[in-house]
């Protein structure tokens, strides 16, 4: 036996519309706070876990291997150079529209890491190629807030 | 067990408000157009008519509102619609004196479970009393559990098929 | 009981505070750290997870568990979410219970975490979303009208004042003060104090309700042969039960907590107990409004309807009483991370089973507690029983 009735037209579908609306306020962390602090300082650091020899970037609390603690010791400077190990180039907005410059993305190992960093890519025109050779471009001192944004991007090493 | 609780950071609002602490802030904005579905659809109707219907089960009996097209009871379809009066008894109230983030209101708002005549016992509905004083005093002399309650309506041409279609419930007595 | 005996053998937990400086997955990980050091395992001796966390809403992260789950040792892992609002915290104890009681798994992580302050304007609002979307949310309800609605039904039946059900939020908020991880613990609150805070949606004043919070707990659980090599006191899970009712909860008796009474019953029949009253030593049920712990109390058979306050009133519940109630301080003194508070009930049976709670420390050896919890629209009811 149905028990949906059968609705012909769409405009004949009720629907009742409302809106979720929320703010989400988000800290940086205990390692968060201190990593962002770094790169408005001009350096990028990572944590790294001397029983699994795995450094993170960004720098974490804790090791995720083995769940030990990351505590003052396993901070270290990583970067600022680091290999490109793939890249991609988007044309479309989060809302699917299309951008009016298409932005060049990269997955970076930084010297010195083992985890895999994302940032843009600079230097429009650059034959960006798998193993290339980049640097850390930061933003002028007196710019930098304590954000990812601290990082310009990426470009290949002059 | 001291040892085992992890001294964890508490911050202050001033830490957050003040930018002692880095935050990144996101709007968690969706959109939403929920299908009223079969029995909500013709409910909403009903409203627009100035009417307040439910549905019966002939397995348990039950004359439910709000109606559905199956049982969750019985966990199959229901049988038929069913009209009922606009009528009913308060099962529960409350006095609300803050809005929902937090700031309070200047007139309380009085939201009350309602057990509509016509339907099986303890069928309630959620929605809001009226007419029964500005203050928390005067409601609560005024209100009681088992109140009888009358719906008031928006005028037809006001009404748009929502629940809203009834203003709020006020008391029968004088 | 079905399947193998499964045990307890470690906990580990956060403060519980208003807002934390740590991320969720720190969170969890300060948790699941303590808890793994409590029993001297390592995370590698980990079969499975078992995450809980409720809505996403709060941590403002889709996915939420993925994101957690770092911190809560499941890189790598057989891992699983549970989510039934606040009776998250029992029912992942009761998942972690399954995975070993099958025969599938001989340990596992269960970690319960809650980061409600990423929640702007304040994170009562996204229980908004609680409410049905086309007949309920257009009245513009808050949260505290469903608790309200509730306390004013079940104050009416029976008769019950104010003053009968502010003696739990003392009661709770006094034994908080006994307790490293709390929140609002406050030795010296009076009955008084709670009857003039500022009304909220009447009958409910500020100190009836618990507090928004930040928080973690995990425990480690373990088939009983690793239980025995890995602890000389394993608390061992007797009886769970657990159970839903229906989402029109306008249509429901909010008088009484059907739905905690159908999860008890199952968990005592699995812990063949006959006399609940007796057989139970230490009670810690869901408290996060002062009159739902008298609500859950008459659910879980622990008391006849409408007399619960007579246990409080009588000092009975006191921690020294015949059947201590909510000795950890509860959810209205140590506070209340949606999904870790239950777990904190689970955790202090725990500790209070094998003489370890400190000054909380319920007297003369109790063997058998059960912890409730409870969620989603008035309506799960989640029930443990663990002895030793």
């Known amino acids: ?158 | 067990m001291e040892r085992w609780v992890y001294p964890t950071t508490g911050l202050r609002p001033e830490d957050i408000e003040q930018g002692r602490v880095l935050t990144t802030r996101a709007p968690l904005r969706g959109e939403y157009a929920w299908d009223a579905g079969v029995a909500v659809g013709r409910f909403l109707a009903e409203l627009k008519n100035g009417r307040l219907i439910g549905r019966r089960c002939r397995s348990c009996g039950r004359v439910m509102i709000p109606p559905r097209m199956f049982c969750e009871q019985c966990f199959r379809p229901t049988d038929e619609w069913v009209p009922l009066a606009d009528t009913g008894t308060v099962i529960t109230f409350s006095v609300c004196t803050i809005s929902w983030d937090m700031r309070r209101l200047e007139v309380p708002e009085v939201p009350a479970v309602i057990a509509i005549d016509g339907a099986s016992p303890g069928m309630g509905i959620l929605h809001k009393l009226g007419e029964v004083g500005q203050t928390l005093e005067e409601i609560l002399q005024r209100v009681r559990v088992g109140m009888r309650v009358q719906a008031v309506w928006k005028p037809p041409h006001e009404r748009e098929g929502a629940i809203t279609d009834i203003r709020y419930f006020r008391p029968l007595e004088a | 009981m079905a399947g193998r005996r499964v045990a307890i053998v470690g906990a580990g937990m956060t403060k519980f505070v208003r807002r934390a400086l740590e991320t969720g997955p720190e969170l969890a990980w300060e948790a699941a750290h303590k808890a793994l050091e409590s029993c001297e395992m390592t995370l590698d001796q980990i079969d499975a997870v078992v995450l809980g966390s409720a809505p996403d809403a709060f941590d403002g992260v889709h996915m939420k568990v993925e994101y957690l789950s770092p911190g809560a040792g499941a890189w790598g892992k057989p891992t699983i979410r549970g989510y039934v609002g606040g009776g998250t915290g029992v029912f992942a104890a009761i998942q972690g219970w399954y995975h070993i009681a099958s025969g599938m798994f001989d340990t596992v992580l269960v970690v319960c975490e809650e980061k409600m302050s990423s929640c702007h304007p304040h994170p009562q609002a996204a229980f908004n979303y609680i409410f049905d979307h086309t007949l309920e949310r257009p009245l513009g309800p808050n949260l505290l009208w469903i608790f309200a609605l509730e306390m004013n039904a079940y104050m009416t039946k029976y008769g019950l004042t104010k003053r009968d059900i502010a003696m739990v939020a003392v009661k709770n908020k006094r034994n908080a003060a006994d307790h490293p991880a709390a929140q609002l613990g406050d030795p010296n609150i009076t009955v008084e104090d709670v009857l003039n805070s500022e009304v909220l949606a009447w009958p409910v004043q500020r100190l009836d309700v618990s507090p928004t919070s930040d928080g973690a707990v995990a425990i480690v659980m373990a088939a009983e042969h690793v239980a025995r090599r890995v602890t000389n006191k394993p608390v061992w899970v007797e009886g769970v039960g657990w159970s839903l009712d229906t989402q029109y909860w306008t249509n429901r008796d909010l008088s009484y907590p059907t739905y905690v009474e159908e999860a008890a019953r199952k968990a005592y029949a699995m812990a063949g107990i006959k006399e609940p009253r007796k057989e139970i030593h230490i009670v810690e049920p869901y408290d996060p409004f002062d009159y739902k712990e008298l609500h859950h109390l008459e659910g879980l058979l622990l008391a006849d309807r409408g007399k619960a306050a007579e246990l409080i009133a009588l000092g009975i519940a006191n921690r020294d009483g015949d059947m201590p109630v909510t000795p950890s301080g509860g959810l209205l003194g140590v506070g209340n991370p949606i999904a870790a508070a239950g777990l904190m009930k689970v955790a202090e049976l725990f500790w209070q089973l094998r003489g370890e709670a400190g000054k909380r420390q319920v007297p003369g050896q109790p063997r058998r507690g059960l912890a409730q919890a409870w969620g989603d629209l008035m309506q799960v009811g989640t029930v443990i029983i663990l002895g030793i």
């Open chain 1, 1 to 158: 036996m149905a028990l949906i009735e059968r609705i012909l037209h769409a405009r004949d579908a009720r629907a009742w519309h409302g809106t979720i609306r929320l703010e989400g306020v988000y800290t940086a962390g205990v390692a968060g706070e201190r990593w962002l602090r770094g790169l408005q300082a001009g350096k990028i650091y990572g944590t790294r876990c001397p029983r699994c020899q795995y450094t993170y970037v960004p720098a974490r609390r804790f090791c995720e291997r083995c769940l030990g603690g990351l505590d003052e010791g396993a901070w270290v400077e990583v970067g600022p150079q680091g290999t490109l190990l793939s890249w991609t180039r988007v044309y479309l907005a989060p809302d699917g529209s299309r951008l009016a410059h298409p932005r060049t993305l990269g997955l970076i190992r930084l010297d010195g890491a083992d985890a895999l960093f994302i940032h843009d890519l600079l230097d429009e025109g650059t034959p960006w190629a798998v193993g290339m050779r980049v640097e850390a471009v930061f933003r002028p001192a007196p710019e930098r807030v304590g954000s990812l944004l601290d990082l310009q991007g990426f470009r290949p090493i002059r």
